[in-house]
């Protein structure tokens, strides 16, 4: 059974930084991408990034490339994302998924394609 686990959420002020990590377990992971996705109340599910989990591949929503990076040690079956220069706007909660890897164009940025969910963790960013 695959569990994902995400922590490092909290509170920060605009321009600050935190970053998130996703604990997975269950099973070997090659061969799935590893997706970061943000929700707030009344909004929708939206993509934030993706990488995948045997080459390193990553990709990013327009709203927080050059600020946000994600990663995996695939040795510790840990994915992460570093949140640097935090936006109010980035306030939400965080959710980390995971799927088998598909290589259909734009696949990786919808909700639907992943099979496996996090539990979710705050991000609060004051101004």
């Known amino acids: 059974q695959v569990l994902l686990v995400e922590s490092g959420g909290g509170l920060a002020q605009a321009g600050g930084s935190l970053r998130l990590s996703c604990a997975a377990s269950?099973?070997?992971?090659?061969?799935?991408?590893m997706g970061w996705f943000r929700q707030a109340p009344g909004k929708e599910r939206d993509f934030v990034a993706a990488?995948?989990?045997?080459?390193?591949?990553?990709y990013y929503a327009d709203s927080v490339k050059g600020r946000f990076t994600i990663s995996r040690d695939n040795a510790k079956n840990t994915v992460y994302l570093q949140m640097d220069t935090l936006e109010p706007e980035d306030t939400a909660t965080y959710f980390c998924?995971?799927?088998?890897?598909?290589?259909?164009?734009?696949?990786?940025?919808?909700?639907?394609?992943?099979?496996?969910w996090g539990q979710g963790t705050q991000v609060t960013v004051s101004s």
């Open positions: 998924a995971a799927t088998l890897w598909i290589p259909v164009a734009g696949r990786y940025a919808a909700a639907a394609t992943y099979d496996y």
């Open positions: 269950g099973r070997t992971f090659s061969g799935y991408i």
């Open positions: 990488v995948s989990w045997s080459r390193g591949i990553t």
